[in-house]
């Protein structure tokens, strides 16, 4: 291997992988990057169209793509509203005049950004890894669905939560925790649901009593994002004997459910444009190390997946990405590059996954909204 020319594999075109391979090109280092997707316009398999990029304007820069993507983003309402199953407001928090919060942007058109920023060729659409097989010194052969094969110096598992490369490394597996959000959206709610609007504000309304919550958060364009939140099993659709195609089974369903609640709230369930889609929360164990294994490593969900609850999972895969490129890029040694690179990440996780993890726990608890209601109050400045 010539260390100064390491061939270099992306599995998954997510965010994060995207962005580590626009860095590595940026510097020089050629790589290719695998998806199992058939093409940029296949469906969205993530769920959350919407990106918040708080933490990953310093990935950004260190990609050369900051303006373009400043042109692309809005800014991201900054309201923060807790409220009781009565809907009173228990806590409110408002952006200081002026303050400027960190912008959304739509997953589609960041996507898109980052494939415009590398060479035609880059990504090979519709690879879906099968295995990994290791021939020593750090090479592996990527063995893909088709039954094509490819050696590679470095293989970088950039590929989510259920991740084909981080068996290799790991025998962590993601659990369920024990949440499930089902998801509704509201179009041009101003104008066509006015009452729920005002209800979410311009930001993000929480609303959470004993183990179920309703949580809603403006998008641009006057939509809104609402997800029923609750404890229970990950079957439970299966368990109360409605498809999740049924929007008026699902419907009845979460009204019983959240049977009690104010009007007001109940509101989110009822009007909704469209179905409801079911998302069981998962996440690693956490710490979630390895070994370090000469010429592999992961990124993004593939590393420190963790519930989307007070954390901000694409940002810190940008923050991966970003971080792993430059050292790849940084050192001629690409096996103490990939240490470098697990050793300031890993702690980085750590945090947010601890963060997540403590904020779910709090926002679900038998006694909630108080244990959100005090960290709230303790982090207001």
Do not use: K
């Not at 509203?81 to 739509?106: M, N, Y």
């Not at 403590?358 to 006694?367: S, V």
């Amino acid at each position: 291997m010539n260390p100064a020319t390491p061939r270099i594999a992306i599995i998954g075109a997510g965010p994060g992988g995207l962005l580590c391979a626009r860095v590595l090109r940026r510097d020089g280092l050629p790589v290719t990057v695998f998806e199992q997707d058939d093409s940029v316009e296949a469906p969205d398999r993530h769920g959350v169209p919407e990106l918040w990029l708080t933490t990953g304007q310093e990935a950004l820069e260190a990609a050369g793509l900051r303006a373009e993507c400043a042109g692309l983003t809005r800014p991201a309402g900054q309201e923060l509203r807790l409220l009781d199953h009565t809907a009173t407001v228990r806590f409110r928090q408002t952006p200081a005049p002026g303050a400027a919060g960190g912008p959304e942007i739509g997953r589609g058109a960041l996507r898109r950004l980052l494939l415009d920023s590398l060479p035609p060729g880059t990504v090979r659409w519709g690879s879906y890894l099968r295995t990994l097989h290791p021939l020593g010194g750090g090479r592996h052969t990527a063995e893909f669905d088709d039954g094509h094969t490819e050696d590679f110096d470095v293989v970088i598992g950039a590929d989510g939560a259920w991740s084909r490369v981080r068996p290799v490394l790991s025998d962590a597996t993601p659990h369920y925790c024990g949440v499930t959000f089902v998801e509704a959206r509201f179009e041009d709610a101003d104008t066509r649901h006015p009452h729920l609007a005002r209800l979410v504000g311009d930001g993000v309304m929480l609303a959470l009593s004993a183990g179920r919550g309703l949580l809603a958060r403006r998008l641009g364009h006057g939509r809104l994002r609402v997800q029923a939140a609750f404890r229970g099993s990950q079957d439970w659709a299966a368990a109360a004997g409605v498809a999740m195609t049924d929007t008026a089974a699902v419907r009845a369903v979460l009204l019983d459910a959240f049977a009690g609640w104010d009007d007001r709230l109940l509101a989110l369930l009822r009007d909704n444009d469209g179905g409801f889609r079911n998302r069981p929360l998962f996440a690693l164990p956490s710490p979630h190390t390895w070994t370090p294994t000469p010429g592999l490593t992961l990124l993004g969900d593939a590393a420190h997946l963790t519930a989307p609850f007070a954390a901000e999972g694409a940002g810190l895969a940008l923050l991966d990405g970003a971080a792993l490129g430059r050292a790849l890029a940084g050192d001629r040694d690409p096996h103490a590059a990939l240490h470098t690179y697990e050793t300031a990440m890993w702690p980085r996780a750590a945090r947010a996954a601890e963060a997540a993890a403590t904020a779910l726990a709090e926002a679900f608890a038998p006694d909630a909204p108080h244990g959100t209601l005090r960290r709230l109050r303790a982090e207001a400045p």
